[in-house]
Nanobody, 114 residues
Framework: VQLVESGGGLVQPGGSLRLSCAAS????????MGWYRQGSGPERDLVAS???????KYADSVKGRFTISRDNAKNTIYLQMNSLKPEDTAVYYC?????????WGQGSQVTVSS
């Protein structure tokens, strides 16, 4: 299984970016998929997830600003990020879970700075 991410970059505070994650297999094979981010520390924290039934979950820090969605026909999930803040700066990883096993994308740098 491969997850290929795209869409990171540099944006000013208040701006928007959209991340994409294309899977090499049917996304309904996964229990859930999501976006995680890793800042300066070692932890990779959940940003948003969507399960096979379509239920979404968000970190409190991004609620109302970020939206996770999927395109079933393209086996792709997205993360629309609006009203970006400097503290959103991190490497963002797409993750896909089957039971306890995670597959990760290559990571996308998102930098929010003026």
């Amino acid at each position: 299984v491969q997850l290929v991410e795209s869409g990171g970059g540099l944006v000013q505070p208040g701006g928007s970016l959209r991340l994409s994650c294309a899977a090499s297999r049917n996304i309904f094979d996964f229990n859930d998929m999501g976006w995680y981010r890793q800042g300066s520390g070692p932890e990779r924290d959940l940003v948003a997830s969507i399960n096979v039934g379509g239920t979404t979950k968000y970190a409190d820090s991004v609620k109302g600003r970020f939206t996770i969605s999927r395109d079933n026909a393209k086996n792709t999930i997205y993360l629309q990020m609006n009203s970006l803040k400097p503290e959103d700066t991190a490497v963002y990883y797409c993750g896909a879970r089957i039971l306890r096993r995670y597959t990760w994308g290559q990571g996308s740098q998102v930098t929010v700075s003026s």
